[in-house]
């Protein structure tokens, strides 16, 4: 960002939702506009410019940030394309596993001049040694139904499920997000299915019923948001894990 822009507090639009929390949480203010799907912190006032995969080029470019929060998967290339042909910063994230979030959420709270927050750290701290199953399990994670998609290879979320003891049937598959037909589910001979609410809301009466294996209902938002959810999160799905509903008779 050149130092003409930094005289001031950059105006700031997100397309990712972990990120619009982790600026909206550690520089209130920053932030003017943020997608449809950025719902943390609740009470966020900002003008809504779409959703991650469509959103409005032209009323973001109207806006005139200072920068463009984005990431690799959630935003298409075009969109952001569009955007830097208007003249407008875009940061892309790239993460794949829980260091690299902790980089790149130091890399955009320093490109929107902030420090490096308390709830940063405790995220780092709370990961460091999170509440592990007693013993590794083997499990498929769908992260999608009709046409079912699980969790493949170099994923955030498959690299959280195996600090916390859960070792991914697919992660050595050739695609980060398989799609798998129903009799290919459980290949691999999986102890569990780990079932996020987002971005398929699964639920103890949609999905478990797919398996004949314990099901762990988790957060989709502990599970694949990296931000001030960070932290708590570890706890939370070492819960969820150690709690799974048994496989209908």
């Not at 979320?157 to 799609?179: F, I, M, Q, S, W």
Request: aromatic share 4%.
């Amino acid at each position: 960002m050149s130092a003409a822009r930094t005289a001031r507090p950059p105006r700031v639009v997100s397309l990712v939702p972990s990120l619009t929390e982790a600026v909206a949480e550690t520089a209130p203010g920053l932030l003017v506009a943020a997608t449809d799907w950025c719902t943390h912190p609740a009470a966020l006032d900002v003008a809504r410019v779409g959703g991650t995969k469509n959103p409005d080029t032209a009323r973001i470019t109207a806006l005139r940030p200072d920068l463009v929060l984005a990431n690799e998967e959630e935003n298409r290339p075009a969109d952001l394309d569009a955007l830097r042909a208007e003249g407008t910063e875009v940061l892309v994230t790239h993460v794949r596993d829980l260091p690299q979030a902790l980089a790149e959420l130091d890399r955009v709270l320093a490109a929107c001049g902030s420090g490096r927050p308390r709830w940063l750290d405790e995220a780092a701290s709370a990961w460091e040694s999170p509440p592990a199953l007693p013993a590794p399990v083997r499990a498929v994670v769908p992260v999608w139904r009709r046409p079912w998609m699980v969790l493949g290879r170099d994923t955030f979320a498959g690299d959280l499920l195996d600090r916390l003891g859960v070792r991914n049937v697919h992660a050595g598959h050739t695609e980060r997000y398989p799609r798998l037909a129903p009799d290919g589910l459980e290949r691999g001979a999986p102890g569990l299915v780990v079932l996020p609410d987002e971005p398929y809301r699964f639920t103890a009466s949609d999905g478990p019923e797919s398996f004949s294996v314990p099901a762990a209902l988790v957060s989709g938002r502990d599970l694949t948001w990296y931000g001030p959810s960070l932290g708590p999160a570890a706890h939370r799905l070492g819960r969820a894990l150690r709690r799974p509903l048994a496989p209908r008779a």
